[in-house]
């Protein structure tokens, strides 16, 4: 057994050991009972004057913000109509829909991976009490009672829809009580959430309501079928194409309900088949092939799936699978080589002698001294960065093959996504291809995928002790965190096409994506940094005492340790970025803000309505910041971080 499947072994024994440990934690684990409705009330808000002022002032605050942000949503000035038919454009903007199975074939391939995560996953733990649910669904039932209480009557309307006036041209309302039986639906939401709660709450005692868990997992997917299942029933309104509403008594048309109810069919099944594969011997592989997959999969479904590309297949035969044969035989042959045991620092010379040949291609680019397909120049990129790591995969024949295989892999996606990404597109839309939320979520994607790895670089790079190093990477982190985010993408989407070399030009999507990568990367270095600093001296002792190298002590001993410490604000970073993909609509891409901000308030049915759309923009960002520190907590406490 190779030093590396040693390594990796007792990684998996050191993970499945703290599994154990932490299962008979909770078996042994006191019970303690939970305080009674009104106890809780008095020992928590009552317990003295001042927190009983406290809890009365900011109870009464509270319901006043939540009144008025209810009679606001809800006034007569709200066009919500506004939203709910330019939901299309919200989310993907001018995707044409003669090529939208494009979309629903993305979000398969998303739900399926995260299925197939979510039932294999580690975390999810005992799932939500039958307490957490009451509590849940009571508060939900209150709020939404409360919210039918506060909100005050709408203006009556005349048979063609406008609004009536009074002699002093204030809206006409109807009656309180007229306004609340009008209500119906929400009456009944209202109620049946506080009878759901109320119901478990006095079913069961308050021991079994604390012992009794429903999954987590199950317990969502029971929640989105019925949201999918009121598509069938609810009449949402059946909205057209250009923007006007058709038939606003009518549930929503076939091309919007079938696809959501086939996507909660293949999460749900996808959710159960990796939950099955999860107790079989082959749930590491497949884990390992469903992490590798997460990472693939905003490359394909962007420029593969979305875009469509027309590929010339003469060229494809004459030029691209020869080059990447090419560069498959003979940079396997290469690493092969630098992977014998007995090379020495001859293997590490070569490398550096490939890395200069590489730098001199994009050098020879810039200045047009000889011509090169740019695929060639990535891949003797690549090869120059796999030659000079080769030397820690040197020992037995076994490894040196895998590292082989390994290249042979990277090739392949490396010339087929290139091949992909410089074939035109075939999508007919006016603008950009792909705008809105989808935008959005992708320009954050590719952002965390890129700036990741570059953060752990930099990081490693200024606590090296080769000055070069330390001084480079001091000095990129300073500048960038020294100049707002704004400027840089300005800087890439307008400036950066000047510096290119001649016939050479970067998109202003792909530009943008590069400028968040550059800047996250500098901030998610320092936080890196502090993960690493927390890392004992004693842990680099033993591993030199084991006699690792410096590559496998960082990546085994000192990189785990240190990522584990920063969770907290690497999701802290990630959310940021996340939030700060808003700045893409001042640099003229349309994306999730602008098309809410801009274009339908520049719709002839919808001029200057914007507010609406503006806060189902800040509805839409909250819930997934919320998500992904919902996830952040749970990851922490599998970890265990901040307990030891």
Partial sequence: MSEFEHLSGGTAEIIAQ????????????PDEPSLPPF???????????????????????????????????FSYERDWDAVRVNMRALFTFTYPSSQYIRIWVTLSIVLTLAGMSLGMSRMIGQGLSLKRISI?????????????????????????????????????RESYGTALADRGWWWLIGLVLLSVGLAIWWSF???????????????????LAFLVSTLWWFKWGNYGEQGDIIEPGRTVNDSAKLPWTVLWFVLTGAYLLGSRIATTARSGTVRGLINFSWLLTPFVTFWVILRDPALDWDHVWSTDIPMALAFIVGGGAVLYLLTKPDLGEIGRVIGVVILGVAALNWVAAFFGWYAMLQ?????????????????NFAGERKQRIRLVLGWTVLMVIAHYMVTMMNTPSTVDAPDEFVGGFLVTVYIAT????????????LALGRT??????????????????????????FFFSTFLNIFLPVGMEIEKLAAAGLGFSLFAAAYLAENI????QSVRRGQFEASDALGLTTVQRTGFIVLPQALRVSIPVLVGATISTFKETSLLAIIGIIDFLRVANSVIPGQTQFLGVKMEGLLFVCMIYWIGAYSMSKFSQRLEKHLGVGEH
Avoid at 18 to 29: I, K, N, P, T, V
Avoid at 43 to 53: A, G, H, M, P
Avoid at 54 to 68: A, H, K
Avoid at 464 to 489: A, D, H, K, N, Q
């Fill in 529 to 532: 940094r502090g993960g690493l």
């Fill in 18 to 29: 703290a599994d154990q440990r932490e299962a008979e934690e909770r078996a042994s684990r």
């Fill in 464 to 489: 090296s002790t080769l000055p070069v190093f330390r001084v480079l990477s001091t000095i990129y982190i300073e500048v960038v965190r020294g100049v707002p985010l704004i400027t840089i993408l």
């Fill in 446 to 457: 590719f952002t965390m995928i890129f700036s990741f790895p570059l953060g752990i670089l």
């Fill in 39 to 73: 106890e809780w009330l008095k020992v928590n808000l009552f317990s003295s004057v001042l927190n009983t002022v406290l809890t009365i002032v900011f109870g009464l605050l509270g319901l006043y913000v939540y009144r008025s942000l209810l009679n606001w949503a």
């Fill in 375 to 391: 695929k060639a120049r990535i891949s003797f990129f690549l090869l120059a960065l796999v030659a000079l790591a080769a030397h």
């Fill in 205 to 223: 005692g308050d021991l079994r309501r604390r012992t009794t868990f429903v999954g987590a997992v199950p317990f969502t997917l029971g929640i």
């Fill in 136 to 172: 849940w669904a009571m508060s939900w039932g209150g709020a939404v009672i409360a919210g039918i209480l506060f909100t005050q009557p709408h203006a009556r309307r005349t048979a063609t829809g406008e609004v009536m006036l009074d002699d002093h041209f204030q809206p006409v």
